[in-house]
């Protein structure tokens, strides 16, 4: 891990923020609430990085009201989160939150944050079900598990030939929900798919294992995050399932990676509702994002990092244009349309992102990089 990465993860853990306490009158505090230091915080640092990146760069120019960065570490657990936005809201006054990073954290945590009227962005939730909840002050800055399990289906049946694929996920919010759409969006296309549900407290997978081997799948899906899913492909490939393993965002780490070995993670690929662009290819925008997190993290932008940037940078056009208290900055992200680095930053009636496309990233080696869209991705 970069030392960038080591130096936030302990700021994280002791809760602080990055600039000193806000809403004096001439600064004010947005805060960023996820997993910073627990076994799945490598898909939270990097939009919490390209966050401070975002607000850094406003603070630079000398604006009329600065941006204070303050970081809150959930660990991924739903309970904390909430206490933790409590908290925020009770004695930080924040004005605005970037988060929660989770889906199951934010279905608990998000309510608190309706009922103070505080705005939040999201750069990495994905669950469906959070844009139906009618929720006011909620938004997203990336695709849903609709998009990214339809993505996915269409993948697996167009480029592994899959007729049968074996489902795994981890019955959490997040995870499950990916898992059904993949699922859905498989069995429309007439595979024939078998679920399994495995325990994410657990390290030993061989009930799932077994019954994956015996159902000889084209493809093996699994919804959920990196920790499990390096210990699930592990086992996997040393009891000789070779099958094409896929994964969703929440494995879009090198830790997958790590956490299987390198060997068993050959034939293995990642989606995802997020661009990780670190050669800036895509756009000018990218380019110049990639440039400045690499000076300031001396690492190239990771999964999220963009989304973050985005997330931050919504907040930031508001207070751009004078508005400080939660309401007004509530009512502008209504109606913000501005070019970001993932994508354009508007959002619809209900809090989700107006566009974006789901991406396929593959395991080579130590690496994951961009295979491309999902409808064009191609493994050969």
């Known amino acids: 891990m970069a030392l960038s990465a080591v130096l936030a993860l302990s700021a994280a853990a002791c809760g602080g923020d990055d600039g000193g306490s806000g809403g ?24 919490k990085q390209g966050a401070q990146l975002a607000i850094d760069e406003y603070n630079a120019t000398n604006p009329k009201v600065k941006i204070v960065l303050k970081t809150y570490d959930s660990q991924g657990q739903p309970d904390q989160a909430t206490s933790l936005v409590q908290s925020a809201i009770k004695s930080d006054n924040i004005v605005g939150l970037i988060g929660p990073a ?17 705005p939040n962005i999201s750069a990495s939730a994905t669950n469906v079900t959070l844009g139906e909840k009618g929720w006011k002050y909620w938004h997203r800055v990336v695709g849903n598990d609709s ?44 595979v024939t798919v078998e679920q399994d549900v495995v325990d994410p407290r657990a390290s030993d997978y061989s009930s799932t294992v077994n019954k994956a081997k015996a159902f000889k799948p084209d493809a093996i899906f ?17 009891n000789g399932v070779d099958a094409l393993f896929a994964s969703g965002d929440g494995s879009l780490d090198k830790g997958l990676i790590e956490g299987a070995g390198e060997k068993n993670a050959v034939n293995t690929v990642v989606s995802c509702p997020c661009l990780i662009d670190p050669t800036g290819e895509s756009s000018p925008a990218s380019k110049k994002f990639a440039e400045a997190y690499k000076a300031k993290y001396n690492s190239e932008p990771a999964i999220y990092a963009a989304e973050g940037y985005d997330a931050a940078t919504a907040f930031i056009e508001a207070i751009k244009a004078g508005n400080t208290t939660t309401e007004a900055i509530n009512e502008f992200l209504k ?45 050969q």
């Open 24 to 47: 004096d009158g001439n600064s004010v505090t947005i805060g960023f609430l996820g997993d910073l230091t627990g076994e799945n915080s490598g898909i939270v640092i990097p939009p």
């Open 102 to 118: 989770f889906s199951g954290e934010s279905q608990q945590a998000v309510p608190v944050l309706e009922e103070g009227k505080i």
């Open 147 to 190: 998009m990214q399990g339809t993505g996915v289906a269409e993948f697996l049946v167009r480029e592994a030939k899959a007729k049968k694929v074996f489902v795994a996920h981890d019955n959490e919010d997040y995870s499950k929900g990916l898992a059904d759409y993949v699922t859905k969006g498989l069995k429309e296309k007439g």
């Open 222 to 238: 699994y919804g959920g995050y990196y920790a499990q899913g390096g210990r699930l492909l592990k086992q996997l490939r040393e």
């Open 335 to 379: 109606t913000i349309d501005v070019p970001g680095v993932s994508k354009q930053i508007k959002f619809d009636d209900k809090g989700e992102p107006a566009g974006g496309d789901v991406y396929i990233y593959r395991v080579e080696g130590k690496e994951l990089p961009l295979l491309g869209k999902a409808s064009e991705a191609k493994l």
